[in-house]
């Protein structure tokens, strides 16, 4: 099923003196129960495309539609909370709190009492494939893998079934990448999540369901 679909997306950067398209009608179908992966070289659109499908921005021409709704319809800060769920090649994750109190925070903003994100947190912790035992630990305590695991279970916190990764393996050795890629194709094939990993990575590009190649801000 659908999730995620762009209709003729495109993105204009515009300064004083110049302007660059960015991106050029855009056209894509996102299902669930999918792992979907965006590939292309650098300047091919790739950051600038997944900004969009996060809510960080609007298109400046044609539509990023989630469930049905265009993104130009909704209030954006809420879409960020509740809808897309972003996972980043470097993490960002909160140092000055414990691995349960990020995994907490996306929950929290939603309303969620903290001994209930308390009790979910730990549950979604195990979920990624970590020991309870890092639940009180901080971010600079773990190693790159862990704390990419840790950034999976916070994201997992938000009640979505769309999961957007930024290079989720560009900082990690190939046995946490492996960890992790396997992480992402669970939950698309065994959860019905649809993940968009958008990456350098050809390892991801083969094992994907479905492959986006960019090129010059189009689609190959």
């Known amino acids: 099923m659908s999730i995620l679909e762009l209709r003729g997306t495109g993105y204009t950067y515009r300064t ?21 992966a965006i590939m ?23 539509q990023v539609l989630f469930e049905g709704t265009s993104t130009a319809e909704m209030d954006l800060e ?3 909370r ?15 709190l414990t691995v349960a109190e990020n995994v907490m925070y996306p929950m929290e903003l939603q309303g969620m009492r903290p001994k209930q994100a308390k009790e ?9 494939g970590l020991p309870s035992s ?20 916070r994201a997992l916190g938000m009640e979505t079934r ?3 990764a930024d290079e989720p393996t560009g900082n ?31 390892a991801i590009g083969v094992r994907a369901d479905a492959l986006m190649e960019l090129r010059d801000g189009a689609v190959v």
């Open 134 to 153: 890092v639940l009180n630990r901080f971010p600079t305590m773990l190693s790159g893998g862990e704390q990419q695991r840790v950034a999976i279970a």
């Open 82 to 96: 509740e809808k897309a769920a972003v996972i980043y090649q470097n993490f960002r994750l909160f140092p000055l």
């Open 40 to 62: 292309g070289r650098s300047g091919s659109g790739k950051t600038t495309l997944l900004s969009l499908m996060a809510g960080l921005d609007l298109p400046t021409a044609g």
């Open 162 to 164: 769309l999961l957007l």
């Open 16 to 36: 004083q003196y110049q302007q660059v398209e960015a991106l050029k009608g855009v056209s894509y179908s996102f299902e669930t129960g999918k792992l979907h």
């Open 120 to 128: 979910k947190a730990a549950a979604l912790v195990e979920r990624a």
């Open 172 to 202: 990690l050795d190939v046995a946490n990448g492996e960890n992790v890629l396997a992480i992402l194709e669970g939950l698309a094939h065994e959860e019905d999540y649809c993940v968009v990993v958008v990456t350098h990575d050809p």
């Open 78 to 80: 809420r879409y960020r």
